[in-house]
């Protein structure tokens, strides 16, 4: 049995889609990226969506909208994927590293608020492994603060804070369809906003800085998405619900299957909708094996695992000197994400659960 740790799950629907645009012409962006938006923007509950070419670009151009640039300071969670981050840097500004709540592994809103300088602009807030943030805390600092509240929701699509969707929680909202998230057009993004004018601004960044054809006020980028990742992503989003309760429940099955001692399994905090982009475990002094001999243990047994993430951003080489977040860096050494998604079947599930409970 082979079970990888990320599976696209594409179709002949999606198959059928690309085809008809292939067939019309538009391949570039077009008619079917303006529905996408539309669709995208009322699934999250927002009146704006605006569909970006890749997860990066959606935090770039957000935190451009949002007015940063040098000589400011974005907080950002020190313990998700380096995008995060090298998205403030992109803008000339200076990410701050906040650590993370030990029970989560999303931002700590008690140090983002000690983390608050004169210089600080905004906080992005990601949403890990699927798992919303505290974002009525954020947003409370925030509002408080005169910040801008920018929510990375790149592994989060269809998560809820108390029953309000990622993409509506915040100031603005990053998501990526990048081939293993919860959906996927291969590469791909989308901002959601609320308000009118990050739309417009959005719209004018990610477009060369166009306010009309052939006309630019700001400076811009090529951050557009095509007709043929949004016709992928229309019947993704369709089917997205039905993938996340496939990976609710087969991480539901992993809560009540995995005995092995030693292992700290992940939580889901009161009030939110954890939607399991990842379901990452985290290994202790009291498991028998290293995590290196584990990851080799699933490998010589059919299953793919990744450490998400092996190296908190405040150790990061580009970021040295950095101020020390303990528990980010301390979940670095100890996680390990197993396979969750819809692709996981009954049989294979059990298999990984027969794995790890077999190591004693």
């Known amino acids: 049995m082979y079970i990888p740790i990320a599976q696209p799950s594409l179709g002949n629907e999606e198959n059928n889609a690309v085809l008809a645009v292939l067939a019309s012409g538009m391949i570039a962006q077009g008619p079917e990226t303006a529905v996408f938006e539309e669709e995208f923007a009322a699934y999250c509950g927002v009146p704006h969506a605006v569909a970006v070419n890749n997860g ?38 200076c990410p701050v590293f906040a650590d993370v709540d030990p029970a989560t592994a999303t931002i700590d809103p008690a140090d983002v608020l000690a983390k608050v300088t004169e210089k600080t602009k905004a906080v992005i807030a ?56 919860n959906m996927a057009t291969g590469e791909g993004g989308m901002v959601t906003t609320a308000s009118d004018g990050y739309d417009a601004r959005l719209r004018r960044i990610i477009n060369h800085g166009q306010s009309e054809k052939y006309l630019h006020t700001e400076l811009g980028y090529n951050y557009r998405m095509t007709d043929i990742n949004a016709a992928i992503g229309r019947v993704q989003l369709a089917k997205l619900d039905g993938f996340n309760r496939r990976r609710q429940e087969n991480a539901a099955y992993y809560s009540t299957h995995i005995t092995a001692p ?16 990842q379901y990452s475990l985290r290994l202790t002094d009291a498991f028998p094996l290293s995590r290196d001999d584990f990851m080799a243990r699933f490998r010589e047994r059919g ?23 303990p528990v980010a860096e301390s979940l670095a050494a100890s996680v390990l994400s197993i396979p969750v998604h819809p692709g996981v079947t009954d049989e294979g599930r059990a298999y990984v659960c027969d794995t790890i409970n077999g190591v004693i």
């Open 126 to 181: 990601v949403h890990l492994y699927g798992q919303p943030c505290d974002a009525g805390a954020i947003r409370d600092i925030c509002s408080d603060k005169g910040l801008v509240f920018i929510e990375d929701a790149a592994q989060a699509h269809g998560a809820e804070y108390h029953r309000k969707r990622a993409g509506a929680l915040g100031d603005l909202a990053c998501f990526s369809f990048y081939a293993t998230k």
């Open 303 to 325: 299953i793919g695992c990744a450490v998400h993430y092996p190296v908190a951003l405040s150790r990061q080489p580009y970021y040295a000197g950095a101020a020390a977040c």
């Open 56 to 93: 990066t670009a959606a935090l770039h151009a957000a935190l451009l909208a949002a007015g940063v640039g040098p000589g400011d300071e974005v907080i950002v969670p020190a313990f998700t994927f380096f995008a995060t981050a090298s998205s403030v840097s992109m803008c000339g500004a």
């Open 262 to 277: 030693g292992l700290v399994l992940p939580s889901v905090a009161p009030g939110r909708t954890h939607v399991w982009h």
